[in-house]
């Protein structure tokens, strides 16, 4: 059974850099196709893709964000990291990791998702 | 990547079917048969309804049905149930290896 749960401060300051932990259990980020990834949702607003990262370490970013975003794995610790710099109010949100494989591009299992407030 | 477009809402009454559409170009929902949906009730993270435009993960009711034509990939619901009330979210692969998702639709049972 594949779980995630997200980690991370619930406050950051404007022009800070956000870090956020996805720890996972069910599977191993070593094995050949599988693939994670983060999504965003700010308040009473749409699903907001960011960024994946796949078991070969390849990575890709959502093109508006793609200055500020870096994601990372782990695989020894069952983790994946996403930093966001600079951040902004506007980047106040519920962020999720979700677990999906190469073969079928869907997010098969979410996280609970972690609430950040951006705000001085 | 600019998001695949959603109508904001749909309502019906329980029983009744209703279609979600979303329309999307030839670089995400029309080039590729990695179209999902997924349905997210409030305060809860989503969850998958469909996914390769027309596929069903065990579990999910058969009431959930999907397809595509062109650019444009649709939901549809049957026998409406009050639980079905949620938001729904399409989802497609890209030609730039990313995820787009769709603006999201608000599904009111009467």
């Known amino acids: 059974q594949v779980t995630l749960r997200e980690s991370g401060p619930a406050l950051v300051k404007p022009t800070q850099t956000l870090t956020l932990t996805c720890t996972f259990s069910g599977f191993s980020l070593s094995h050949s196709g599988m693939c994670m990834s983060w999504i965003r949702q700010p308040p009473g607003k749409a699903l907001e893709w960011l960024a994946r990262?796949?078991?070969?370490?390849?990575?890709y970013y959502s093109t508006s964000l793609k200055s500020r975003l870096t994601i990372s794995k782990d695989a020894s610790k069952n983790q994946v990291v996403l930093t966001m710099t600079n951040m902004d109010p506007v980047d106040t949100a519920t962020y999720y990791c979700?677990?999906?494989?190469?073969?079928?591009?869907?997010?098969?299992?979410w996280g609970k998702g972690t609430t950040v407030t951006v705000s001085s | 990547q600019s998001a695949p477009t959603q109508p904001a809402s749909v309502s019906g009454s329980p029983g009744q079917s209703i279609t979600i559409s979303c329309t999307g170009t030839s670089s995400d929902v029309g080039g590729y048969k990695y179209v999902s949906w997924y349905q997210q009730h409030p305060g809860k993270a989503p969850k998958v309804m469909i996914y390769?435009?027309?596929n069903r993960p065990s579990g999910v009711s058969d009431r959930f049905s999907g397809s595509k034509s062109g650019n444009t990939a649709s939901l549809t619901i049957s026998g409406l149930q009050a639980e079905d009330e949620a938001d729904y979210y399409c989802s497609s692969y890209t030609s730039s290896s990313t995820m787009v998702f769709g603006g999201g639709t608000k599904l009111t049972v009467l």
């Open positions: 979700a677990w999906f494989t190469s073969d079928y591009y869907y997010m098969r299992v």
């Open positions: 990262i796949d078991w070969d370490d390849d990575k």
């Open positions: 390769d435009v027309s």
